[in-house]
């Protein structure tokens, strides 16, 4: 069993998947201005790139792993139908279930993210700070940087020590951790050319082992 692993998606996924961010919503949520997201549940199937849609768009974290925006549900537009059952994104969902283990029936969240610089020239992309989000597996997949540095994913061995990674998710990084056991969280991302916003992109994958449609 691995507690953490650096994957890769192809070009041309990362190419496939790209466009499908510059759509995404704010939200009324505290960090829903810098962090546009859209939200989707899918049940893996018996066919090894075959995943089913679940009617969900509400998005709920108990403030035990959620200190920012614990206890509230959010609700979120499901990410678009066209992008969820793209070649880009089967590659990167069964990049998920085959390094896991992940069985049929297993129910994961996905988390379409784009953290976009404010007035500032500043965002944070995790305003939790050092967390794990009470799953059993975690994947980040860096799909673009735009007009920014910083926005590292950080990794540490318990909530208290120094992190023991710093790694920016370039353009097709697939970072999955065993969030059970490891803790992250992020830098904020700085613009470098102040005469536009800076731009993050990135998919969050999740799933609990135990979490399976009965």
């Known amino acids: 069993m691995h507690l953490l692993r650096l994957d890769r998606l192809s070009a041309g996924a990362v190419r496939q998947l790209s466009s499908s961010f510059e759509d995404l919503p704010p939200t009324d949520h505290k960090d829903g201005q810098y962090r546009l997201r859209r939200y989707?549940?899918?049940e893996l199937m018996i066919e090894p790139k075959a995943i089913?849609?679940?009617p969900v768009n509400t998005f709920t974290q108990?403030?035990?792993?959620n200190n920012?925006?614990?206890n509230i549900e959010r609700q979120f537009e499901n990410i678009d139908k066209d992008t969820l059952n793209s070649e880009g994104m089967k590659e990167l969902i069964y990049s998920f279930r085959m390094m896991n283990n992940l069985p049929p029936a297993t129910l994961i969240d996905i988390h379409q993210m784009r953290v976009v610089t404010l007035p500032d020239g500043s965002a944070e992309v995790s305003p939790e700070g050092v967390h794990q989000d009470g799953y059993d597996f975690i994947s980040m997949i860096g799909i673009a940087?735009?007009?920014?540095?910083?926005g590292h994913l950080l990794v540490y061995l318990n909530k208290d020590d120094e992190n023991f990674i710093s790694l920016p998710l370039e353009n097709g990084h697939m970072v999955t951790l065993k969030d059970d056991e490891l803790w992250h969280n992020a830098s904020p991302i700085v613009v470098v050319d102040k005469g536009e916003r800076g731009y993050?992109?990135?998919f969050i994958l999740t799933t609990k082992i135990n979490k399976r449609k009965n």
């Open 52 to 54: 089913k849609e679940l």
């Open 68 to 70: 920012f925006q614990g």
């Open 145 to 150: 940087r735009h007009n920014i540095q910083g």
């Open 62 to 65: 108990t403030d035990e792993y």
């Open 200 to 202: 993050m992109d990135a």
């Open 40 to 42: 989707s549940v899918i």
